[in-house]
């Protein structure tokens, strides 16, 4: 979304709500540009205007730009000038990340008026766009003064190795980083701490930042620059360690903003023919397809966005599969449900708007998956289920990695690197974007256009291509307008909805699209990663924002219960909105310095390693309070009116547990997501179906793009455990056969 600032009036600071951590201050990777003047004198020269300006006051009057980098891309300043004084501000910056930094634009470009000046504090966890303001406003103003512009000349940072570290990914510690420099250039980036959270964390988050140590560093070594690309699929670490560089040049002689030397791109065109499926997205869904059209003698041509397979299947512990057969045997051969009885359940709770054929469909060839993977891939299950949160208590599901029960990762690259093999005309390409689908005269799908990470575009015709491209969590647009908000995630956000924008414009149908979306994590707002607090006391305030026992409310100010079936807020805090908010009264707020919290509540991610013993008086409450205050996930009102007043919408309470008057605590809570779950409507060939219900016959729906076919509009997916990844699977292994047979010989 393109923010524009206009402060003619007035500046209304934005509250931070933040997907993505903070970047440290003062590491501002800008690059300004000449800026351009408006002149409003009419009839005067440029030098009459600068003569008189010089003599009458500081600047010339007029509207001036500075472009600067900032944690996205390019961010730009406008100022409109007398004589004397700065009268207007705005900024852009289409690339923010739209809830941090883009949100701060505003807040930004008010502070720049107030200050008349590019010396501006800055906004809190939004620190790289700060820097990208200030950097871009002084080239506005050097311009209104008559100042040129600076040389682009790279500065010299002396030899020698230095460390930088800032929030990256992970809550446990910063992300620190070794970089080494010689005769002016960069020869060394080294990880000193990725920045790990638990070990859980760790086991998924060490391969997504494998990207980052395999393909940036490389990059910024080899072209000298920190304008290459971030990685897809690690964009936070990515943007991290590009802040973390520009802090160090900065720190030692040299200007981070004169290392955004543009990397050039490829204008190649290649061209691939002769491919029986293509399939969109190697996650789960689609890697299941690709094996399964491969071992069915299809010649395959895999596309994904990220730098490595797996995507969010490697993030997830394990799939939903009905009476799996090894899982059956270990069971005395007794089957762990009725496929009739679940069939029954599962249109009860989906209200009947779940279609029938497709769960029946589902129930019947989950189990099925998991020995067709285990037997003929590199994938493992547990040799038992287990059961979920629903009142059954139904063993459906089960975790899974590679055969040697070691890492998700290896089971999919093993497996892709089996299937590949299968022909030797199969291929799969990572850091590659599908762009659209190619369609001929008559309307028919003929193949897949695609754009490297290079600027390369590949063209790659096919007679079938399966859509997995995961859904559309990665999609602010397109969230707002099926699910009515922008979500935190934890989950991968290369999943920008590509299948079912392309599938739209061929004519096909949605189904049950605004499915909820998959939420099984509740922290704050903004996650505290920066290393200047304490594990305990960020820890404490999370606590406190999954403390039941407090008021809560919803994104419109509603009374809002955080309870899950008993087991707390992480399963439902998407009821609430985009965000929820914990009000504590003075009273709790006292008793908690004098008598402690509560509870201790730990989440079971984003987990901060904090210790506390229950009934320890909180002696530094206050200074916990102004810490989250600092990252905008505290609010301290002096009455409901003042909070109302300070959250921006009416708040549905004649009181907060009984107290009228008084000062209230609000701390904001959010829902982390991993995807969404609704998508386009398809028949049990896993065909795309159109709005008439014909099938698009040489195109198929996969995973979270076809995941509304099992569940209920606007509400939460099956609680029966692993729906999401155990329908990528199956449907993946279904319409990787349907699709190898339509053109088999």
């Known amino acids: ?92 910056g289409p690339d923010e990340t739209e809830n941090i930094g883009g949100a701060a634009l505003e807040d930004l470009a ?41 040389s682009s000349g790279a500065s010299a940072v002396a030899d020698g190795t230095y460390t930088g570290k800032t929030p990256s990914f992970g809550v446990m510690g910063e992300m620190e980083l070794s970089v080494t420099f010689k005769d002016g250039r ?23 930042y494998a990207t980052v140590e395999e393909k940036l560093y490389p990059r910024i070594i080899e072209q000298q620059s920190l304008a290459v690309d971030s990685i897809a699929g690690a964009t936070v670490s ?35 023919e002769g491919y029986d499926v293509i399939v969109v997205g190697l996650g789960s869904s689609g890697v299941a397809s690709y094996l399964s059209a491969a071992e069915n003698g299809a010649t395959v041509f895999g596309i994904e966005t990220a730098a490595k397979i797996g995507g969010n299947g490697t993030n997830t512990a394990g799939p939903l599969g009905v009476n799996p057969a090894k899982q059956v045997e270990n069971n005395e051969g007794k089957p762990f449900v009725d496929p009739d009885e679940l069939l029954k359940a599962w249109m009860e709770y989906t209200d009947n708007d779940a279609k029938e054929e497709m769960v029946k469909l589902f129930i019947e060839e989950s189990g099925e998956t998991f020995g067709w993977l285990e037997e003929n891939y590199d994938f ?161 305030l999370t606590s406190l924002v999954l403390e039941l026992g407090y008021q809560m409310i919803d994104s419109h100010g509603e009374p809002f219960d955080g309870n899950y079936n008993g087991l707390g807020i992480a399963f439902n805090a998407w009821e609430a909105g985009a965000n929820y908010y914990v009000l504590i009264n003075e009273e709790e707020y006292e008793s908690i310095k004098t008598n402690g919290l509560i509870a201790f509540n730990a989440p079971m991610f984003f987990n901060q390693g904090g210790t506390y013993e229950e009934g320890t008086p909180v002696t530094n409450l206050d200074e916990i309070m102004a810490m989250g205050e600092k990252f905008n996930d505290v609010i301290i009102a002096d009455s409901l009116e003042d909070l109302e007043s300070r959250l921006g919408f009416e708040i549905n309470l004649e009181d907060v547990h009984g107290q009228t008057e008084g000062k209230i605590y ?77 053109y088999a010989d």
């Open 1 to 92: 979304m393109k923010k524009t600032v206009s402060l003619l009036l007035a500046a209304l600071l934005v509250l931070s709500a933040c997907s993505s951590p903070a970047s440290p201050e003062g590491t501002a990777d800008a690059g300004t540009t000449a800026a351009t003047e408006e002149m409003t004198d009419a009839g005067a020269t440029a030098e009459t205007v600068q003569d008189t300006s010089a003599a009458l006051g500081i600047y010339t009057a007029g509207t001036y730009t500075g472009e600067a980098r900032g944690f996205g891309g390019t961010v730009t300043v406008t100022i409109r000038t007398d004589a004397n004084a700065i009268l207007e501000v705005s900024a852009q």
């Open 666 to 742: 609000c701390i904001i809570g959010a829902a982390y997501v991993y995807s969404t779950c609704g998508g386009l409507d398809v028949d049990t060939n896993i065909n795309l179906l159109r709005e008439d219900g014909t099938p698009v016959e040489n195109v198929y729906v996969v995973g979270n793009d076809s995941l509304g076919v099992l569940n209920e509009s606007n509400k939460a997916y099956v609680t029966y455990g692993g729906c999401a990844q155990g329908w990528a699977l199956t449907s993946g292994r279904l319409a990787g056969a349907n699709a190898a047979a339509k």
């Open 238 to 272: 990515s943007n991290a360690a590009k802040a973390i560089i520009a802090s160090v040049i900065d720190e030692n002689g040299g200007k981070s903003s004169e290392w955004y030397t543009p990397v050039e791109k490829s204008t190649d065109v290649v061209t691939l």
């Open 110 to 150: 008010a502070q720049v008026l107030a200050a008349q000046s590019a010396q501006i504090d800055g906004v809190t966890g939004a620190s790289m766009t700060s820097g990208a303001v200030r950097e871009a406003a002084k080239a506005a103003i050097d311009a209104a003064e008559g100042k040129e512009a600076s």
């Open 186 to 208: 960069i020869t060394a980036i080294t990880t000193v701490n990725a920045g790990s959270a638990t070990q859980a964390d760790e086991d998924e988050y060490s391969p997504i």
């Open 380 to 540: 493992g299950f547990m040799p038992s289920m287990f059961a979920f949160y629903d009142s059954h208590g139904w063993q459906l599901w089960t975790m899974y990695a590679d055969s040697t029960m070691t890492s998700k990762d290896l089971a999919y690259n093993n497996s892709m690197e089996k299937a590949k093999a299968l022909n030797e005309k199969n291929e799969y390409m990572t850091e590659l974007t599908a762009t659209s689908l190619l369609v001929d005269d008559q309307g028919t799908v003929t193949g897949v256009e695609a754009r490297y990470y290079d600027g390369t575009t590949y063209r790659i015709y096919g007679d079938s291509v399966i859509l997995a491209s995961g859904g559309y969590i990665g999609n602010a647009e397109m969230t707002k307008e099926y699910t009515g908000y922008v979500w935190h995630t934890k989950g991968m956000t290369q999943c920008d909805g590509f299948g079912i924008r392309e599938a739209l414009k061929l004519g096909g149908a949605l189904y049950n699209e605004d499915v909820a979306v998959e939420d099984h994590i509740a922290q704050l707002d903004t996650i505290i990663r920066s290393d200047e607090y304490s594990a305990n006391d960020k820890s404490l």
